[in-house]
């Protein structure tokens, strides 16, 4: 299907669907980009890459960057906690289908993860009928709910029983699920073994301090270890400098994602186009 009338099938579709509203709706933006329209606001999708020890480009991670109509910026952050509960779901799904959208115009046949955002309500409400849509958008698109990451912030407040169960429901149809800026609010190994996710991301404080801390760098170094006895992933976010960097790889973290890494771009950059850019492509 072309994609003018692919996005025209997809605005009909959402127009009747749970979260349908008045002027929402996608559009091209050009050869390789899709706009949505939501609540008066246009939204864009920025990727951020992740790479793996090696080299690797493994993931993108989405980003949604915010403009009013006559072009002014606005933080996506402000905007969720402006929002209430069911907005905010409603804005998680939109942003889910325009990450997709413009993930899967600009892959060409590469292989890789999309990584989403979500807040815990979203979570506990996400795979049910509302987002058939979704699932449906990714077959369309050729992907698999397997190279989604569901990427949520556990401040170790939620319900750990109830979080976990939709981590569970989320994993059983078969998405990966991480655990976003683990160590900003709590380290509590019995909580991440019961939530029992995918992917472990480091909150920016922890490589923060390794990398200028010796005794720090030693309660990195231990905290990887557990994480990974209990066979997940980790992921070392916020590199900004070499110092953080060799820090991270000393930890035993397995993939990298920052700035000095690549920067959120509109495009899914590859490893010789962050290169390129003078991003730390090469790992080593």
């Not at 996005?7 to 579709?13: P, R, V």
């Not at 509302?130 to 990714?138: G, N, S, T, V, W």
């Not at 209990?230 to 820090?247: D, H, N, P, T, W």
């Amino acid at each position: 299907m072309p994609p003018h009338d692919f996005i025209q099938h997809l605005n009909l579709w959402l127009r009747s669907g749970p979260d349908a509203h008045g002027g929402d709706r996608f559009e091209l933006a050009g050869p390789r980009e899709v706009h949505a329209h939501f609540r008066g606001r246009v939204f864009r999708s920025l990727f951020q890459p992740q790479i793996r020890r090696g080299g690797e480009v493994v993931c993108h991670e989405a980003f949604l960057q915010v403009l009013t109509r006559d072009g002014a910026g606005v933080s996506p952050q402000a905007l969720f906690e402006q929002a209430g509960d069911d907005e905010a779901i409603a804005l998680d799904r939109m942003a889910f289908k325009l990450h997709l959208l413009n993930f899967a115009r600009q892959r060409s046949g590469q292989e890789g993860l999309l990584a989403l955002n979500l807040g815990p309500q979203t979570l506990l409400a996400f795979g049910g009928e509302q987002d058939r849509l979704f699932r449906a958008l990714l077959g369309d698109s050729g992907l698999s709910p397997r190279q989604v990451v569901l990427e949520v912030a556990d401040h170790g407040f939620e319900d750990c029983a109830s979080l976990a169960a939709a981590i569970a429901r989320c994993r059983g149809q078969g998405y990966r699920v991480a655990i976003d800026n683990f160590g900003r609010f709590s380290c509590d190994m019995e909580r991440l073994e019961t939530l029992a996710p995918d992917i472990v991301k480091l909150d920016r404080c922890l490589i923060g301090h390794a990398g200028h801390l010796g005794f720090a760098r030693r309660v990195l170094v231990e905290l990887c270890a557990e994480v990974r006895r209990l066979g997940m992933q980790l992921v070392s976010q916020s590199i900004e400098s070499r110092q953080q960097l060799q820090a991270a790889m000393a930890s035993g973290v397995d993939i990298f994602q920052g700035h000095l890494i690549g920067r959120p771009a509109q495009q899914c950059l590859s490893l010789g186009q962050l290169a390129a850019r003078g991003g730390c492509g090469l790992v080593a």
